[in-house]
């Protein structure tokens, strides 16, 4: 067997939690901050390797660095991990904010062990779901994330932390019960936890007679709770708003895209269910889009201004997704890793400006582009890329969801709702600038005076999320090459 | 005769006696604790030895020694074993009779090995009210007026569920003329279905018997009693009932309900749909009324309630399919494995917690994650066990017991108990809250002896051995539930 690359990056992070909790005190909190950054920069460093090294030629494995143990014998599930072209970007997306979030938090000094230490557990538990291939192993995965989320909202967040929290938690539980649900009926109609095997075989595996769509809503129930899909969004602008900056950027960057993922995942083990019910779903996706995006022209807090403009961002995932064509779910695979960069990015820059200004109404905002510079040229780049400006991760994104869905040939009249989609994308014009406007530009306000700008430590992880967001909004190439290779065994099975 | 397979219950039987012997004699009472943990670990490791073994029966077929009741004498040692290291503070707070709280638990133990080995109605009841009436001394044990009204409602309230299962014994026993479990299991298979259709005899004793039992699993409509007994009882024996007895009941219903009304189909598909609704209401009701509780002790209470719900989840499962399905049966026993740490755990927690604060209200454990980290630390991990979140041992136990329940059709009740696992993350975390993120109400640190030390860390140990590593105990439960050859 090969180095297990999978289970080094999933576990680095833990390994630095255990570390941190056995040997470093409270007190040592610059070591307990250099440990978090050690365990987590590996792990980026690997994911970029693996990155590298995944054999995109024609000839190669769809599913790549598996590792596969025997684990649960009697419910004949596996520790299964591994890779495709779907999952990978995810990984190291993951594995990357996971870094950034340890320096964005190197100002905290509440109770930095306790902290630190839920932050690697997070990542670690989001890695697992990503690279997970055993439904088993993923369910856990998935289930673990929510306590270290729930600790770092209510002790570490502001505002009704304690009630966003609770809220969080509850929600994802309901999802995720239905979600076991589905998992235990497709385990005893197909006799699989292998989501390659559930993906290939596809209900050709079906052993005992039960109807796939009520399992395919279960699962998809559970998914939708996450990324959010409208109405079930409503635990989101509380979450990210009252949790602290580092969560907002996990929970906004990461964690929903496991909702994402999950659903194209879906999609592939219930294509024939997918296809019956597209129609619905890409109506439940315009929408998401467009009210997502009224509510947001509404918002006054920083904060749950950009919250609110995931609920919309998400809906082009929906909407890419269950176009079911090859482009369109390429684009929403890509969507999310931009959202991820972009909403991170917005949620680090709202987060720092918060810290140093102790403000973030935008009624009581105003002009700080003189008084920070650096923080309102990267707040504004990151907000331009958040309304697709050409150039940015977000435009190549939504022109894939956009052109892809418009040209989908499998549901009936979505042109229509594709043109109402890319509505969102103008309403999104409107709340960014609108935001950009009334926190940088206008009069300069005295009481602002004095305010301090990025550190250096701000300034790296700035440059990072800027060039990567660059990058991919220049060659997109460089994701779409391995996302479609992860997308097209579930293009196949949906046929059309 | 082969007296040799009763071994285990003999030392527990000299133990009580010694330990009574003892208290006589000496005046360092720490003694007596030793004394009563050494006679359940040699009674383990003698179990432990038969383990294996081919199935036989001892007393003319009235006792089994089987790999499922070897199972179940397993895991109540240990429990014991566990409750007499958390008894160690408590214990020495009281002024007299030490000698025979110990004894007591011991013989509490003694019977409820003999529940799961009896294949006989008679035994049954003689081994349930052995293991019934030292509990019921136990509860009243701190004789303060709480204690003693949890005794007197669980001592009334358990006779009139011993009436009420020794009438549905009756009446089986009427219709059959039988007492031997798998001689009335042959009788009914025997009788012709109008035959059984024109007796109401048959079907009024198992609704009884379910009764009689539902009450020593604390099943809705069967629970009134847990909430008061629960608060009333001295913590260790709150936690020896949660689990222990519990389990207990649920081995005698899957002995006798399996060997006796297994079959024919529609008599098992009769009873597992009884089980089923009994399921739902004990799952809702439980974790309903749990949520508006102040007192922890109640508040598990109420819990347990809820827990025996997803059990009779197996237990109907078993209903659905009793020869075509090992999941829901195994699941049980696992499923029982897993929560006997988990409370324990919890219970244990909750002890060294009270002794110093002396309360056992909610509210006063706030700040307990700054006062007693490692005890708040753990107590959560039991709580996120009880709900059913990975990575502890109440996930694994869910998963299992549930996976049986939807390939038997019983998907309507999984969606139902893993919506009520959402109820019940409200309460459980509500705990876990007041710990973490509520003031102190001083600085002061809470100190925990040794004994609760290595009882909390052995059962914490179960529940994320249980919960990561499942295969092991999985298997066991399995072997175990394979069943029954008498």
Redesign the interface.
Known sequence: MSFPYLSTIIFLPLAGAIVIAAFLPSRRDKAIKWVSAIFTFIPMVLSVVLFALFDRSAGAGNIQFQEEIA?????NAFYHLGVDGLSLPMVVLTAFLGFMVILISWKEHLRVREYFIWLLVLETSILGVFSSLSL?LF??FW??E??PM??LI??WGSGRK?YSA?KY??YT??GS??M??GI??L??TTGSLNIVELTEKGLGMVQSVMPAAPIFFLLLTGFAVKLPVVPLHTWLPDAHTDAPTAGSVMLAGALIKMGGYGIIRVVGMFPQVARDYALLLVIIAVISVLYGAAVTLRQHDLKRLIAYSSVSHMGYVLLGIFALGQVSLTGAALQMVSHGLLTGLLFAMAGLTMHNVHERDLRKLGGLARQVPIIAVVFSLAGLGSLGLPGTSGFAAEFLVFTGSFGSTLVSGIRVYTLLGVAGVVLAAGYILWMLQRTFYGPVLEQYNGVADATIVDRVYMFVFVALIMLIGIYPGILTDVIQLGISPITRLIGG | MNLELFIPELILVASAVVIILLDLFVQRKGVLAVTSLIGVIAAAAVTLTMWGGTDQTIFDNRLAVDSFALFFKLLFLGIAALVILASADYASKLARFQGEYYALILLSALGMMLMVAATELITIYIALELASISLYALVGFLKDPKSSEASLKYLLLGAIASAVMLYGMAMVFGFTGKTQLGEVGGAIQATSLPGVLTSPALMAGIVLLIAGFGFKIAAVPFHMWVPDVYEGAPTPITAYLSVGSKAAGFALILRVFYTTFGLPAWLSLDWGMIFAILAAFSMTVGNILAIPQANIKRMLGYSSIAQAGYLMVGLATMGMAPTADVLGR?GILFFLASYAVTNLGAFIAIIAISNKIGSDLIQDFSGMGKRAPVLAATLTLCL?SL?G???AAG??AK??I??GA??HGL?WL??VA??N??IS??YY?RVA?VM??SEPASEEKVPSSGALRLALGLSCLGVVVLGI???FM??LA?AAAKMFAF
Do not use: C, D, H, R
């Open positions: 684990w649960v014998g009697p419910l088993l369910f856990i289930e673990i929510i306590i729930y600790f209510s002790v304690e609770t938690v509850i539980l309901f019960a239905l076991l649900a235990l009926s385990y005893f | 195994s996120i709900i979140m990975p990575p996930f694994m998963f299992y549930f996976s939807v390939q998907l999984v969606i893993v919506i696992s959402v993350a409200y975390l809250k973490w993120f590593i499942p295969a999985m298997n399995e």
